[in-house]
């Protein structure tokens, strides 16, 4: 399980519908929100927890849910601890961190095609003033699908940057991974065209 | 067998200021089963296979499938072609196997019992049902070509083109590759280096920059290009 992409499952949280998990997320969106007792996002975050433990979800893929994050964390925790005092701290961090794994429960749990069902429901209206719901679905889902594609790619690009013995060159890493995204994007172009996307 | 015609065909690319040629007045009537193209890099041969799709249009010349050009008519002629690219990772769009394998059947208008019970079968036909709802970029490099394949097979192409699909893969993959299309029923156009992979073809063509050079049984088109090469 990696960067929050679909993890397989029969659990009551997996068979909920994607349109009931994107407004349950919206709802404790709001919730934490409104919440005013330094406590209460806790609380929040502890039903979050039981969640991922009902779905049966490793504790290894939420913790690399929030490891990109930890230093936004910390830099957030200093600066209320200076303002606000600790309790502000425990307040924003433990909504933060509920958010966020919050978020990855979804994508976890629900596949793409849900997902973008539930997209196409909501964007319909948007057909109107000439937006294409199905285009838009299918953007979300290359977004996504794109990702590990990405990662990978800058793993190579890094791998070949040592092995020239570029050292951390931002130059040497960021023009070669642009050069190869671009010719990526081109060759994930031509073969949607073959696969049918403009019948 | 949908008959492929080629008529006259040239086409450049612009590269950088300047226009490189890459295919020149070429000319070919393709109704055989399996048809391999060879040829060095840049020859002119994945150029080739794209304008059979329609996915590049000709300079000038023109190219038809069962009777359809694919300057006027490209959607009826993709409908009708399968296209298998050498990188799977390019050709895979939904993050899980199942949904890609889908994908391709949910644009054609198929009832959603119809598109299920066809998903299953090429998930089973390709031995990924295990992998069905797992994201498509933990598969092995193997597994994704056999995915990329099973989602163009599953639309039921009458002619499958496939753009050096072993290029990536080991030999055990390549194998694998190999026995599938062998047992493909379509009208198959390969374009490769791997040589063996072509036994048995009724007709192999052989580009040389832009050119078509040879047209002839496998055993002795193999023996031109490697004349060429060497």
């Known amino acids: 399980m990696s960067f929050a992409t679909y993890a397989p499952g029969a659990t009551v949280v997996h068979r909920l ?15 934490l929100a409104l919440l005013d007792r330094w406590w209460q996002p806790l609380v929040v975050l502890g039903a979050v927890l039981a969640c991922y433990a009902m779905a049966r979800l490793p504790t290894a893929g939420l913790l690399a849910l929030l490891r990109p994050l930890v230093w936004i964390f910390i830099a957030v925790g ?13 307040d924003v961090l433990a909504s933060l961190i509920a958010l966020v794994l919050a978020a990855g429960l979804v994508s976890l749990t629900t596949s793409m095609t849900e997902l973008t069902d539930v997209l196409l429901w909501l964007l319909r209206p948007l057909g109107r003033l000439g937006v ?11 977004s996504v699908r794109s990702v590990p594609v990405i990662v990978a790619l800058a793993q190579e690009v890094r791998d070949a940057q040592r092995a020239r013995g570029l050292g951390r060159s931002a130059r040497a890493f960021a023009v070669p991974l642009l050069v190869r995204s671009l010719r990526h994007a081109d060759a994930l172009g031509e073969a949607l065209v073959a696969r049918g996307l403009d019948d | 067998m949908p008959l492929i015609d080629v008529v006259a065909v040239s086409h450049s690319y612009l590269s950088g200021s300047l226009r490189r040629q890459v295919l020149t007045d070429v000319s070919v009537e393709l109704s055989e089963h399996r048809i391999g193209v060879i040829g060095a890099n840049g020859s002119g041969k994945s150029t080739f296979a794209r304008l059979l799709n329609g996915l590049v249009l000709p300079d000038s010349g023109q190219v038809r499938v069962a009777g359809h050009d694919t300057r006027r008519d490209g959607r009826a ?3 009708l072609v399968g296209f298998c690219f050498t990188d799977p990772d390019a050709q895979i769009v939904m993050p899980t196997v199942r949904e890609d394998i889908g994908f391709g059947l949910g644009r054609r208008g198929l ?54 699909p072993t290029t990536l893969l080991d030999l055990r993959n390549a194998a694998a590759v190999g026995r599938i299309v062998a047992e493909l029923p379509q009208q198959l156009i390969l374009v490769t280096h791997h040589l063996e992979l072509l036994e048995g073809f009724d007709r192999v063509l052989v580009f040389d ?7 002839d049984v496998p055993a002795a088109a193999g023996a031109h290009y490697q004349e060429r090469v060497r």
Do not use: N, Y
Not at chain 2, 117 to 136: K, N, S, Y
Not at chain 2, 146 to 162: D, G, K, N, Y
Not at chain 2, 209 to 214: D, N
């Open chain 1, 78 to 90: 200093i600066f209320h601890a200076w303002i606000s005092g600790w309790q502000a701290v425990v």
């Open chain 2, 77 to 79: 002629v993709r409908r």
């Open chain 2, 111 to 164: 009832a959603p019992a119809d598109i299920a019970a066809r998903v299953e079968r090429a998930l089973t036909d390709f031995g990924l049902a295990d992998q069905a709802d797992h994201p498509a970029h933990l598969l092995s490099g193997g597994q994704k070509q056999l995915l990329a394949l099973a989602a163009v097979l599953v639309t039921e192409p009458a002619l499958l083109i496939m753009d050096e």
């Open chain 2, 209 to 215: 920059e832009g050119r078509l050079v040879c047209d």
């Open chain 1, 132 to 142: 294409a719901p199905e285009r838009m679905a299918l953007l979300i889902a290359l």
């Open chain 1, 17 to 31: 519908p994607a349109g009931l998990k994107l407004s349950l997320l919206a709802a404790v969106g709001v919730a």
